[in-house]
C-alpha cells in the first residue's frame, strides 16, 4: 500500500473521545515496551509518529493516527507494565475493554510479542480477550533482529504452540522484515465490510 498521508488525530483517556466517524481502525496491542509504536512507525516508514521510549509504560492512552484519510492506525497503551498502581491497571483494563468490546469499526487487531520471551499469561488472556469479542487478529513477534535463524525457528514453533495458530508473522521495525505480510492482512481488514456487532 502507497502511503499518501499519516497524522495524528487525538489520544483519548475514554471513548467520549474517540474519532465519531466509521472509518476502518486496525489497533495495536501487547505488552509495555513490547514495540508497538515501533511498529507502527515502521510499517508507515515515518520515525516518530507514535512516540517510542525506552521508557515501558509511556502510553498511556489510546492514540489515533488516520492513514490516507481512509483508515485508522490505534496504539493502545501497552499491558504487564509492573511498576504500574493496582488502580491504574483497573483503568488500563476498562479503558481497553470499552475499546475493544464496543467498536463496530475495529476491523483488525495486531498483538504483538517479544519474539525472545514464550507468551507471558497476560498475552494468552489478551488472545482470548480477542476470541471472545469475535474480533479478528494477528500476531506479531517482533524484535526477531535480535536473533538468530536457528533461535527464530525454535521460538516460532513454541509460540505457534502457546497460542495454537500457525499464523503468526514474525517482525523486525529496524530492517521492516515482515512488513509486507502484515500490510496485506492490514489492506485485507480494511477492505472487509464491516460486521455488525
Ligand atoms: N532491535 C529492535 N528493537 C526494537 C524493535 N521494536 C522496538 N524496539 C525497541 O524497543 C523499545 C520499545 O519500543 P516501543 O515501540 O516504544 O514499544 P511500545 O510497545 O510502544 O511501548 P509502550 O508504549 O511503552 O507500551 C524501544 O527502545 C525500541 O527502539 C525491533 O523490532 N527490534
Ligand atoms: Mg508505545
Redesign the pocket.
Known amino acids: 500500500m502507497r502511503i499518501e498521508s499519516a497524522k495524528f488525530i487525538c489520544s483519548a483517556k475514554g471513548p467520549e473521545s474517540f474519532p465519531r466517524d466509521a472509518r476502518p481502525e486496525v489497533a495495536f496491542l501487547?505488552r509495555?515496551?513490547?514495540?508497538?509504536?515501533?511498529?507502527l512507525n515502521s510499517l508507515l516508514g515515518v520515525r516518530d509518529l507514535a512516540r517510542?521510549?525506552?521508557t515501558?509504560?509511556?502510553?498511556q492512552a489510546i492514540n489515533f493516527f488516520l492513514i490516507n484519510e481512509a483508515f485508522y492506525f490505534v496504539d493502545l497503551?501497552?499491558y504487564g507494565y509492573a511498576k504500574v498502581s493496582k488502580q491504574e491497571r483497573q483503568s488500563w483494563g476498562q479503558l481497553i475493554e470499552k475499546y475493544l468490546a464496543r467498536r463496530p469499526q475495529l476491523v483488525l487487531s495486531i498483538l504483538i510479542v517479544d519474539a525472545r520471551h514464550e507468551p507471558s499469561p497476560l498475552d494468552l488472556q489478551m488472545q482470548s480477550w480477542l476470541q471472545h469479542f469475535g474480533l479478528s487478529y494477528l500476531v506479531v513477534s517482533?524484535?526477531i533482529?535480535?536473533l538468530t535463524s536457528n533461535q527464530q525457528r525454535t521460538i516460532r514453533a513454541r509460540m505457534r504452540k502457546a497460542f495454537q495458530t500457525e499464523r503468526i508473522i514474525p517482525?523486525?521495525?529496524?530492517t521492516r522484515a515482515g512488513a509486507g505480510e502484515i500490510w496485506d492482512a492490514i489492506q485485507e481488514g480494511v477492505n472487509r465490510p464491516p460486521i455488525a456487532r
Open positions: 501487547g509495555s515496551n513490547v514495540g508497538k509504536s515501533s511498529l517510542t521510549s525506552s515501558p509504560g509511556r502510553t497503551p501497552g517482533t524484535k533482529d535480535k517482525y523486525s521495525s529496524p
